[in-house]
């Protein structure tokens, strides 16, 4: 098809047969192959100037129709193998990757998903991760107060909301004054226990009260560069 469309835009066979990158001969072997498996006449031969034939002229329309159709199709199988053959490296806190992490990632998922590896650990090393860009994209608790080692090169989202609740046995809070009931408490390299740690500084508590403390789950996207001229 390619052949005749050429053909007819160069107008003659010598100059078409160059541009296919085949002798002469051999090009227009391949015309008259195409007008015998077809069963019609494409070019006018009968003149100096090479001219297309009525068939010749259908038979342009169809098969500009049709090589543009197998372009588009190309086109979109590609960017369907891309998308099978990209990995999207996520890190995330140990209890969002439980809790969090795989109904919100079935909620994105579209007809060909990328491949996701998931890498769960507290929050200082999922952190490291970030910086280093060995993982793309982070899903962890934040809160205002509490500080994190993202520059402005880092942007976050906000994905869900959780509620921190103090709770405890009834049979201890029968007995023994709230300040003094022993508790199970996040390390500081946890992002909860960074985040409680920050709310008690900032309201000069030296234990946790029993309000409710506000987190936010949100996920720091990737580094990203500085935006420059095109290229």
């Keep these: 098809m390619e052949d005749v469309l050429v053909l007819l835009e ?3 066979f010598s ?3 160059e541009r296919r990158s ?3 001969p051999s090009f227009s072997r391949r015309i008259m192959a195409l007008e015998d498996w077809l069963g019609a006449t ?3 031969r009968s003149t100096h100037t090479v001219k297309p034939t009525p068939a010749g002229e259908r038979f342009k ?3 500009e129709d049709l090589l543009r159709r ?3 199709a190309q086109v979109e199988l590609q960017q369907m193998q891309a998308i099978q053959t990209v990995k999207l490296r996520f890190a995330a806190t140990h209890a969002l990757a439980l809790t969090f992490f795989p109904s919100w990632l079935r909620k994105l998922e579209t007809v060909n998903p990328p491949t996701v590896e998931l890498v769960a650990d507290h929050m200082a090393a999922c952190e490291s991760l970030m910086i280093k860009a060995e993982v793309q994209f982070l ?3 934040h809160h205002e107060l509490a500080h994190t080692r993202f520059d402005q090169a880092f942007i976050s989202a906000h994905v869900g909301q959780d509620s921190l609740l103090p709770v405890a046995a009834p049979q201890l809070l029968a007995s023994m004054d709230a300040a003094d009931i022993p508790r199970i408490e996040f390390t500081a390299e946890s992002g909860m226990g960074r985040i409680l740690s920050a709310v008690r500084a900032s309201r000069r508590l030296p234990r946790p009260s029993g309000a409710a403390s506000r987190t ?3 996920s720091a996207p990737r580094r990203h560069k500085p935006r420059g001229p095109a290229t």
Excluded: M, P
Aim: hydrophobic share 45%; aromatic share 0%; with cysteine.
């Design 216 to 218: 936010r789950k949100a």
């Design 22 to 24: 085949v002798g002469q």
């Design 15 to 17: 100059r078409a047969a």
């Design 10 to 12: 160069s107008g003659n």
């Design 42 to 44: 494409l070019i006018d």
């Design 61 to 63: 329309d169809i098969a």
């Design 70 to 72: 197998l372009h588009l």
């Design 139 to 141: 899903l962890c608790h």
